[in-house]
């Protein structure tokens, strides 16, 4: 059985950073792609950074430049760094992987984060 499990959320300022981490059950390699996801209070899921076995980085609009995806291979780990934190960050954030061989998704079971003064 696949387990991803996330870490790192919290109460946080506006402005300030977070890191997130998701560790994975079994090589990181096996998933196509690993992904963060976000669904904040009535809205709907939705996707925040990808990143592919290959390495190709990809995030939502209202992240760039402020987020970073990255993986720690021997770890089986990939992180996300939050910098700049605003109040519409607030929400559950969800790892999210691409099973390579079976294209199965499997998801951790959400980390809160929660931008206030």
């Known amino acids: 059985q696949v387990q991803l499990v996330e870490s790192g959320g919290g109460l946080v300022q506006p402005g300030g950073s977070l890191r997130l981490s998701c560790a994975a059950s079994?090589?990181?390699?096996?998933?196509?792609?690993m992904a963060w996801y976000r669904q904040g209070p009535g809205k709907q899921r939705e996707l925040v950074a990808r990143?592919?076995?290959?390495?190709?980085?990809s995030y939502a609009d209202s992240v760039k430049g402020r987020f970073t995806i990255s993986r720690d291979n021997a770890k089986n780990t990939v992180y996300l760094q939050m910098n700049s934190l605003k109040p519409e960050d607030t929400a559950v954030y969800l790892c999210?992987?691409?099973?390579?061989?079976?294209?199965?998704?499997?998801w951790g079971q959400g980390t809160q984060v929660t931008v206030s003064s």
């Open positions: 990143i592919t076995s290959g390495g190709n980085i």
């Open positions: 999210n992987g691409r099973s390579a061989a079976s294209g199965r998704n499997y």
């Open positions: 079994r090589s990181i390699f096996s998933f196509a792609d």
